[in-house]
């Protein structure tokens, strides 16, 4: 299971601005490597020298809409498209815009994991009830999604919903998916731990097992 990130970044000026001591940007593909996501895309319309500059030394790449195709839903396309050809099978995608840079990278474990439990489901986190990014997203709904000329992030999104696409909301606990870079990190509600593992409770390995040795049959 592959789940990769796809980073859209509309303003390059902002993605380079400072991010409590380094570019946005950086901050940011750390937080998704570190979670376990990859290849790790960055989409822009114009893709500037400092862009790529700040990513050489980071498993980033950076991919761009085809002149005259509209920003929107298309991003994504276009960075599952650019993941699929860095690795031989991506199984999901997190559409990430970059002022979500507080992102923790446990965030991105959890939502990977729960990627993996329900594997056709659109999955969404959330803190204290409010959803956030990233989302992510089943790369078999890039074909769909590359319909929604036009729209933007969760609007695509949410008409997949109303198709009859599954959405899990997730409860993270974590502030940077509702907090984006126009609240500085010091001033971050505290983190609010969920009640349980996003994947679900894990496997009772052996339980039959045990609960022979526990109660052994008479004999």
């Known amino acids: 299971m592959t789940v990769a990130a796809i980073v859209l970044v509309p303003d390059v000026t902002a993605a380079l601005s400072n991010a409590d001591g380094e570019p946005?940007?950086?901050?940011?593909?750390?937080?998704?490597?570190?979670?376990?996501?990859?290849p790790i895309v960055a989409v822009c319309v114009e893709p500037s020298a400092e862009l790529?500059?700040?990513l050489t030394d980071l498993?980033?790449?950076?991919?761009?809409?085809?002149?005259?195709?509209?920003?929107?839903?298309?991003w994504?396309?276009?960075g599952v498209r650019?993941?699929?050809?860095?690795?031989?099978?991506?199984?999901?995608?997190?559409?990430?815009?970059?002022?979500?840079?507080?992102?923790?990278?446990e965030t991105v474990t959890s939502l990977v994991e729960a990627s993996g439990v329900t594997p056709g489901s659109i999955v969404r986190p959330s803190f204290l009830g409010q959803p956030g990014f990233p989302i992510l997203v089943p790369a078999s709904l890039t074909a769909r999604l590359a319909e929604k000329v036009g729209l933007h992030g969760w609007e695509a999104v949410a008409?997949?919903?109303?198709?009859?696409?599954?959405?899990?909301?997730?409860?993270?606990g974590d502030p940077?998916?509702?907090h984006d870079i126009g609240t500085p990190r010091a001033e971050?509600?505290?983190?609010?731990?969920?009640?349980?593992?996003?994947?679900?409770p894990p496997p009772e390995w052996n339980a039959a097992l045990a609960a022979q040795i526990e109660s052994p049959a008479e004999g």
């Open 82 to 105: 650019a993941a699929i050809a860095a690795v031989s099978k991506t199984t999901a995608a997190l559409l990430w815009p970059f002022r979500y840079a507080w992102v923790d990278p």
């Open 52 to 54: 790529r500059g700040a």
């Open 76 to 78: 994504f396309v276009v």
């Open 24 to 38: 946005v940007i950086r901050r940011l593909v750390h937080a998704a490597w570190a979670g376990g996501a990859f």
């Open 188 to 200: 971050l509600p505290g983190y609010q731990g969920p009640t349980g593992p996003a994947g679900g």
């Open 159 to 172: 008409e997949l919903v109303a198709e009859g696409v599954p959405l899990r909301i997730v409860e993270m």
């Open 176 to 178: 940077g998916i509702i």
């Open 59 to 74: 498993p980033a790449v950076v991919a761009h809409p085809a002149d005259g195709q509209t920003p929107g839903s298309a």
